[in-house]
């Protein structure tokens, strides 16, 4: 499984775009990027997923350069209910289980 | 997205008891379901893979006979905490990949957890 790293912690202000990016340098041809955001004392819940270039949806943005070697989620304008941790993890079709790292500890101030 | 439910979402037992979570695939079928245990500011360990009619696969350092997983149908995995002990409290979390998801995509929902907490 492919290892990520991650920032420990972010800080943002409501309203600000946040961006956190992961890096996954040993990223297997096959392997999708998935973010997913936790609360405390709640299962982590899936923000979005890509392979390659640019996916969007109503929550957020995931850009992925060229190489793969590391992707970027934005999240636009974060309200204080967007505190919470993120984790990147890198898999594929494989049915095996998702490496969870540290994670971002993502704190959302008024 | 794909719906996982835990249940009991919390537990407290006695040491030397056994407790049974169960994890269900509300809307799709899972052969193949996840647990994660989570203990206060860490990250998710995998503890097993478990497979719909076949054993379940345990990481190392995880007791197979302490964590008992039973995966007797495609919506439903349990895994049983045998002689609980203080030191297995923590907060248990189940995955599902949804096999409905096709083109090499990997996608796991996950359960809203279980706080065991053993006295």
């Known amino acids: 499984l492919a290892k990520t790293t991650q920032p420990i912690s972010m800080d943002s202000y409501e309203g600000q775009e946040v961006n956190i990016t992961c890096s996954h340098n040993?990223?297997?041809?096959?392997?999708?990027i998935t973010w997913y955001q936790q609360f405390p004392s709640q299962g982590p819940r899936f923000i979005i997923q890509?392979?390659?270039t640019k996916v969007t949806n109503e929550v957020a943005s995931l850009f992925i350069p060229a190489d793969r070697k590391s992707s970027t989620l934005s999240l636009p304008r974060v309200s204080l209910s967007d505190t919470a941790v993120y984790y990147c993890l890198v898999g594929g079709d494989s049915g095996y289980a998702l490496n969870f790292g540290k994670g971002t500890s993502l704190l959302v101030t008024p | 997205g794909a719906v996982v439910s835990q249940h009991p979402s919390r537990v407290i037992c006695k040491s030397g008891t056994s407790v049974k979570i169960e994890c269900r695939s509300l809307d799709f079928q899972a052969t193949t379901m996840f647990w994660y245990r989570q203990f206060p500011k860490q990250s998710l360990m995998l503890m097993a893979t478990?497979?719909?009619?076949?054993?379940?696969?345990?990481e190392q350092g995880v007791e197979k006979d302490k964590f008992l997983i039973n995966h007797a149908s495609l919506t439903l995995s349990t895994l049983t905490v045998t002689s609980a002990h203080p030191e297995d409290s923590s907060f248990y979390i189940c995955s599902a990949r949804d096999p409905r998801l096709a083109g090499g995509q990997y996608t796991q929902y996950f359960g809203p957890g279980t706080r065991l907490t053993v006295l």
């Open positions: 040993n990223i297997a041809t096959n392997d999708y």
């Open positions: 890509g392979y390659k």
């Open positions: 478990s497979n719909e009619g076949s054993k379940a696969t345990y």
